[in-house]
């Protein structure tokens, strides 16, 4: 199996904000690739949730762009 990194990938939330039955979480990440480089992203994702604390939809919005 051939990764992309070389370290592990490491997730830093920011902000945590819940309201009612959403949350959003701002993160960055950042990690070196398998050739050594340096890898950082940032994104947000938004959580809906059902009443009783289940996951019913979530998205995520982060830089797509590809790995060097």
């Known amino acids: 199996v051939r990764t992309r990194y070389s370290s ?3 997730f830093v939330p920011h902000t945590i904000i819940i309201e009612g039955n959403v949350g959003v979480i701002e993160w960055d990440q950042s990690a070196l690739t398998a050739g050594g ?3 950082t992203n940032s994104g947000v994702h938004v959580i809906e949730f059902t ?3 289940l996951i019913q939809h979530a998205r995520s919005y982060l830089d797509t762009a590809p790995l060097p």
Do not use: H, R, T
Request: proline share 11%.
């Open 51 to 53: 009443a009783d604390g």
């Open 37 to 39: 480089e340096p890898y």
């Open 8 to 10: 592990a990938l490491v």
